[in-house]
């Protein structure tokens, strides 16, 4: 394992007013309280995993995973086998998003200017060390942990070296969360390991008010905001959105990435699997019955607080997401 350094531009805000300015983030603050949980002894770890009913997390309804000829192609031991590496793959990346959480939100403690963002952004470091806690337990029961995609470490690189604390809260509140939130709920739903169910729904709760507290930030921040700071975080914000959307799957800079080795190990021909799951996800009904976190939970958020506006929506367009103007 390797330790990777970046140098942050901070500038840390001291607030000598104690008294309530942003009601909305104060009453989360209390929320937050009254809602930690210990990943320690609130979680049944007494449970044994059910390997076959984790099934593939991003597809806990199997309807994606069963539909493809390279998994049709492996006998049923192996198919479970398999679709628990790439769960334990899917995990992993949570979970060094729940890392890039934990140090973003530290960041947000020391850059937000009012003492009611300072309070809430504190009850959320101990919720992603929570976080980090409990899905490396989870990962090391089911697998093993696998590196971070090059994709995902670029954005969460971006959020953490971000200059402006907003573009760090839109980043991370808005943008990370809303897609943690809305994969955690479609893991709660779907899958069938008791043990896994447990942790998401306790994650999913910390999840929504994570999302919560950027969407009440920067309702009140981004319009007093100067159009060019503005224009930043739109672009900032299509960008990692675009990222997540079209990147990963390929090659590391250091060779093969890890989800690929996964498919080797299991004799699968990886690019021509790739290929097949490009074909077959390419169909439109099936685009649209398929679940998607970006198109149902992240856009929309994004277009709640104001960023997908006229100068940027085409852009979100030419992605496959539909939008209009900006709500305001």
């Known amino acids: 394992m390797t330790v990777e350094s970046i140098v942050t531009t901070l500038t840390t805000h001291w607030k000598f007013d104690y008294e ?31 390997k076959e009913g984790v099934g593939d997390v991003l597809d806990p309804t199997a309807e994606r995973f069963k539909r493809y000829d390279f998994v049709k192609a492996l006998p049923p031991e ?7 590496k790439r769960s334990a793959w899917s995990l992993s990346q949570f979970l060094h998003g ?21 309070l809430y952004a504190a009850t959320q470091v101990v919720d992603e060390a929570r976080h980090v806690e409990v899905f490396h337990r989870y990962i090391k029961l089911l697998d093993q942990v696998y590196p971070i995609e090059p994709v995902l470490q670029g954005v969460l690189n971006a959020i953490l070296e971000a200059d402006l ?35 998401v729904e306790l994650t999913a709760q910390d999840e929504a008010r994570h999302v919560s507290y950027g969407l009440i930030y920067m309702k009140e921040e981004l319009p007093r905001m100067s159009d060019p700071d503005r224009e930043r975080i739109e672009d900032f914000a299509v960008g990692a959105v675009r990222a997540l959307a079209t990147g990963g799957g390929g090659s590391s ?11 080797e190990e299991m004799g699968i021909d990886y690019d021509a699997a790739i290929a097949e799951i490009r074909e077959k996800d390419s169909d439109p009904a099936f685009q649209e019955s ?12 994004l277009d709640r607080v104001g960023l997908i506006t006229d100068r940027v929506a085409p852009q979100y367009r030419e992605l496959g997401f539909q939008v209009g103007s900006a709500v305001s």
């Open 20 to 50: 309530t300015h942003v009601g909305a983030l104060r009453d989360l603050y209390e929320t937050a309280k009254k809602q930690q949980w210990n990943a320690a002894t609130d979680i049944p770890w007494e449970l044994e995993i059910n």
């Open 78 to 84: 192996k198919r479970i086998e398999f679709a628990a």
């Open 98 to 118: 729940e890392q890039g959480a934990l140090l973003c939100c530290g960041q947000l403690v020391e850059a937000v200017p009012d003492i009611d963002g300072k």
């Open 165 to 199: 604390w907003q573009m760090k809260c839109v980043g991370m509140q808005v943008i990370t969360e809303s897609l943690a939130m809305g994969s955690f709920k479609a893991m709660q739903a779907g899958t069938k390991d008791d043990l896994l169910r447990n942790i």
């Open 253 to 263: 800079a250091g060779g093969m990435s890890s989800r690929q080795k996964i498919y």
């Open 290 to 301: 398929a679940p998607s976190t970006l198109r149902d939970h992240v856009v929309p958020q």
